[in-house]
């Protein structure tokens, strides 16, 4: 071990720690950690993500001025864009995506065809953190005639893109496949037979799920050929989702929802068939990533109410068994305030998800617009989910992103209730109580605040190195996430305190860090040793 000279800081090989006893950890309380207000902005769209292990916001908005805006999760306060570009274009329909293990952020937007004439071309923009100009940049020579029906989707580490877009002139869909880097894409039709209505690319990137008024069809992305098509009938299609690997995919069907799921020989079959009430349609889908526990957001038009389902799909039975069932009400004095939810997203082991909602219009009351759940694990398959935190927000929830590991919360939304012709659209960042948390500006020169929510003590230590693994390496202490083939920087934290946190401020040494460096955070304390459960990954700004 060799200490520099502030005496703080040590490096060791990967031989050097010594690991003992396994570990569990109390988490922060979650909570809102900042808000981004946009007053002056329409409300044609609320897309939001969140990548780079959950430590960046993305978003694009606006309609007679659009803006696309980095922020970083780690700030506190009152916050600001890290970066915001912003342009005259008409812009419509905006969507985004971010990569979830790299720092990479995709925007497709549609603006006026500069000729004149009434069609609209898309565009896609690719980002870094390092810049509000484009990475790259590729413009669509499909002519769009009034409609919002168009879709992209990155994979987990963001190497594929996916970008679909309805061609009116030819009854058809333009299927588009990007390496991540930009370049020619692979450019197929999906003639979907009716009009589209959205889809999922599965985070491996492999698959492509599309959904229109009358066909499911899923596609494999390196080569364009069609793996499944089914013509399907009898409700509202709003719903969809898509397993990591692409072997299960669901979708709504007007009062419930389907599911089905690929056999060795290639094969998709129903497997799974939910059902809802006469009065109730499924407004929102989420999917594990094994395609193991289906979530279901029905909404309520007779009753006013929002009601979510959590099934565990189960190879003996088509309805599963059921983990959660849940009602939230709306408002029922005006009628006009309908609770639905908007959108599900879901953390990659399917242990948490978030559901956003329009809610009820009242701040006050019991009915909340934003809802994380949380696995209450006993050792069973069948264990339940509970709520973990619920927030009564001002206004109506509509989009959502939660990041794979469950611990980092990105949501769109506005002040006045969904039904309202006014109002100012906002961006919120919640922390989900991670037993690590650093706050602070990711940038060379700069102090990360450390907070770690120790099991054991009353020694505490921060952990930081270059590269992570995919799959964590069972120890005595933990769960080990950080690959320790390079070594590992340890920076010693205050002792732990009577809270059983343990604070300290790192320093992002210019010497040692350069904007563009992507650094991985875990913690461990002593008096027995115990690795922290969570890691926090960040790139660096510039």
Known sequence: ????????????????????????????????????????????????????????????????????????????????????????????????????????HFTLYQKDDPAGSNDRFATLEAYRSNSSQPAWSYGFPVPIYNHDRMMVECSRDGSVVAVVIENVYNSGEEVYIFDGTGGQPLHFQANMAGWFKYGRLSDDGSTLYLNSESRVKLFDTSTGNELHSMTVFGGTYTGHAISADGRVFAFSRGGGAVAYSRDASGVYALDTNITGSSTEYVNSLALSSNGE?????????????????????????????????????????????????????????????????????????????????????????????????????????????????????????????????????????????????????????????????????????LLVTDRAYENPIMTSAGPLLLDRSNGLTVFELDNVGVDGIARGQFLLDTQDYQAGDRLYFQAYSAGPRRLCRTMQSLTLLP
């Open 1 to 104: 071990m060799i200490w520099n000279t502030n005496g703080r800081i040590l490096h060791f090989a990967c031989t050097a720690l010594v690991l003992s006893q396994a570990a569990q950890a109390n988490g922060a309380q979650p909570g809102l950690v900042w808000s981004y207000e946009m007053p002056n902005e329409t409300y044609s769209n609320y897309s939001v993500s969140i990548g780079d292990g959950g430590s960046q916001v993305f978003t694009d908005t606006g309609k007679s001025t659009r803006y696309t805006r980095l922020f970083s999760s780690t700030e506190t306060g009152t916050v600001a864009p890290q970066w915001e570009a912003s342009s005259a274009d008409h812009a419509y329909y905006q969507l985004v995506a971010s990569a979830e293990t790299n720092d990479r």
């Open 293 to 461: 526990v289906l979530v279901l957001g029905f909404s309520d038009a007779v009753l006013n109410r929002a009601r979510v389902q959590v099934v565990r799909r189960t190879p003996t039975s088509t309805t599963g068994t059921t983990l959660l069932d849940q009602s939230y009400q709306g408002s029922l004095a005006s009628g006009s305030y309908t609770n639905w939810p908007r959108d599900i997203s879901m953390s990659a082991s399917g242990d948490r998800f978030a559901v956003a909602f329009t809610g009820d219009g009242l701040i006050g009351t019991n009915t909340p617009e934003l809802v994380v759940f949380e696995r209450q694990w006993s050792g069973l398959a069948s264990s339940p989910y509970q709520v973990l935190e619920d927030w009564n927000c001002v206004g109506s929830r509509m989009e959502l992103d939660l990041s794979a590991d469950g611990n980092h919360l990105a949501v769109s939304g506005r002040d006045t209730h969904a039904s309202s012709s006014f109002g100012t659209k906002v961006i919120e960042y919640y922390h989900l109580g991670a037993d690590l948390m650093l706050t602070g500006t990711p940038r060379p020169g700069q102090e990360l605040t450390v907070e770690f929510h120790a099991t054991t003590g009353p020694r505490a230590y």
